[in-house]
């Protein structure tokens, strides 16, 4: 569904990443984890259009997507929610799942999506016209979460879900990305957090310096031994 | 008397108002500091006084031609001066701001002459208005009113429509906002057209109040309106309107009081007071992560 070939991304002369390629296919889980400053977001953000390429191609249900901006690429069917959940602080939480539904044509689809947002996560229902900034960071996750889903995208890009949360929300938010997983989204999950992603990952892919350095059956990267000295302390 | 001056200031500081909602806007969400914005607000005069004097407009549908007009131009600034440079560095953008704002200000000139002019006789009946002992002038109750139904529009789309929520969410977080599927391209267009037509409005109403018009009279207005932003906070729209009132009411306080030829020096002054106590402004928040 979603193929990477080869892309490069550079900052003016910082390369952040190189040559990198990497598929996903409908239904599936895949993850991507390297230590910090790997290009893991970089790659992400080049999907969503954020940074141009500087080499390399990314086509999308067999179209071509770099090249187009971020709402083109939305349109398309491929949502990201990014790292540090940068929901809308000043909105309330209905507006920002608002905002998360802003290609959708008419209200009732953006009423369906947000009811199906608040099937998902109960809380935020309650919480529906309080300001985001007042949420505790696991409910910002969640709305982070929802807020990308309300367009029902095909392709769901999570830049880690669980950064700077308590170990009992962190299986909440691993189980809640199965269960979107479940009913129909195909995920492209980056993690800090490599035991759990490789837990609920079909394939995985190892970030280093910019470029894919091992990848395979999340299971298979799970034994390896030089994923498991780096990534899993084991 | 003390009720008088009180209108005189807050009818002069609705029109730094006016002016300043553009740059704190267009701030909010690209970071730019507009220079260009001032020579926008003097377009919309001259629109406006041409539409009085040859177009024999009344001034209600010459003050909304003036806006259109500057609608057309700042959108044409932004896709002409500005959107080249977005991924360029912030100083590429002032300076290419600067380079615009000078180019206005000399066609003006070229077109216009050196020369103030005045809007036609009675455009606007002048006459003093008896309130509460005060003498209002109905120019003032003019501009108040205008003003106020203007920032009241403002409040209505930056609230209620999806526009304007995008907008909000853009002046927010501008990256997350494209990657929620918001055209962030089409929302810094709308926020450029939404200041303009506010400037020109100011603009008008400035040329009747003082019944002046000219090339220059951008870069004076411009610089106040400014300040009235950086007072309430750059970026923030309840900001601006509170900035542009509190600079009126104290340069026209300052006057009353005798210092009339330290009208300028006042406003700064304030400015520099409030920056140093409160650094992002009287309702700022705080700066952080603009991309
Ligand atoms: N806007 C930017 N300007 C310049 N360099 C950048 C920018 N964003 C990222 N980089 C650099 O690109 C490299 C890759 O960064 P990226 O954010 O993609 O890493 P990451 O794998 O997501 O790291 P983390 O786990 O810390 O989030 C880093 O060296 C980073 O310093
Ligand atoms: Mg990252």
Redesign the pocket.
Known sequence: MLEVCGIS?R??A????TDLSLSVAEGEIVALI????????????AISGI?PLSGGSIRFAGEKLDGLPPHEVVRRGICQSP?GRRVFGSMSVAENLEMGGYTLAGKGAVREGMERAFALFPRLAERRSQLARTLSGGEQQMLAMARALISSPRLLLL??PSMGLAPQLVEKVFETIVTINRQGTTILL?E?NAGMALEIAGRASV?E??SVVLSGPASDLARDPQVQRAYLGI | MILQQLVNGVALGCTYALIALGYTMVYGIISLINFAHGEIFMAGAFAGLLLVAYGKLNLFLALAGAMLVSVLLGIGVEFVAYRPLRRASRLSALISAIGVSIFLSTLAMLLFGANARGFPEGTFPSRQIDIFGAQISSLQLLIIVTAGVLMLALELVVKKTRIGKAMRAASEDYTAAALMGINVNLVVTFTFALGSALAAAGGVLVGVLFNAVSFNMGLHAGIKAFAAAVLGGIGSIPGAVLGGIVLGVAEISGVALGYSSWRDAIAFAILVLVLLVRPTGLLGKRIDRK?
């Open positions: 991304v900052y003016g910082v390369r952040a990443v390297g230590s910090n400053g790997a290009g893991k977001s970089t790659t992400l953000n940074v790292e830049d880690e980056v800090q970030l310096t910019g | 991309v």
